[in-house]
């Protein structure tokens, strides 16, 4: 997709996530076999977790996070007593990247005005961006996870919490217990 001038108007006038999910369905292709996952959870959940882009699980059912970095955030979500059902969950880019590559810079500048959307309609009070796609998209461009992690940033009135990405903590110890960390942080700022 590329965001011509129409579909930026189309977005404004797109008045709920059900419209929203239609015009993503149209606008993004995914590969033959593939869906594009659009996101998942309460229509105005309080807590939104924004993950990199679908991987091959993701896309085959068309849902985010049911893979095993999915199940890996499933994990710290419960031990954070953070329920799952509860917060909405989305990806910057919502159709898988070929090869689970990370996406490019264009593909985020076509998806990000979606996200944008995603966002003022769900109206979270609290943002998680997980990993360095998530947290560049949604903060700024130049942001690095390392400096910032686990620090609140504020976006349009919106508490974010930027850590790292479930994949990026399979094989290290210690970002695996930041980013558990991160997330108690987040859970008692819900409670
Ligand atoms: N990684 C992501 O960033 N999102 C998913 O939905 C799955 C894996």
Redesign the pocket.
């Known amino acids: 997709m590329t965001v011509g001038t129409a579909v930026l108007t189309d977005l404004q006038a797109v008045r709920d996530l059900e419209a929203l999910r239609d015009l993503c369905l149209r606008e993004f292709s995914p590969a033959p076999g593939e869906q594009a996952?659009f996101g998942e959870g309460p229509a105005h959940a309080r807590l939104l977790l924004i993950?990199?882009?679908?991987?091959k699980q993701?896309a085959e059912s068309g849902r985010?996070?049911v893979?095993n970095?999915?199940r890996l955030l499933n994990k710290y979500l419960q031990e954070a007593s953070i329920r799952r059902e509860e917060a909405y969950l989305t990806?910057v880019v919502k159709i898988r990247p070929p090869g689970n590559r990370t996406p490019r810079i264009s593909e985020v500048k076509d998806a990000l005005p979606v996200l944008l959307r995603q966002i003022e309609l769900v109206g979270p009070r609290i943002i998680v961006c997980?990993?360095s796609v998530a947290v560049q998209a949604v903060l700024d461009p130049k942001a690095k996870i390392t400096e910032i992690r686990g620090q609140w940033q504020e976006k349009d009135g919106i508490r974010v919490m930027p850590t790292y990405?479930p994949?990026a903590v399979f094989r290290d110890e210690d970002k695996r217990d930041l980013l558990k960390q991160d997330l108690r942080e987040v859970g008692a700022a819900l409670r």
């Open positions: 996952v993950g990199e882009a679908p991987g993701e985010p996070f893979g970095a999915g990806n997980l990993g990405h994949s």
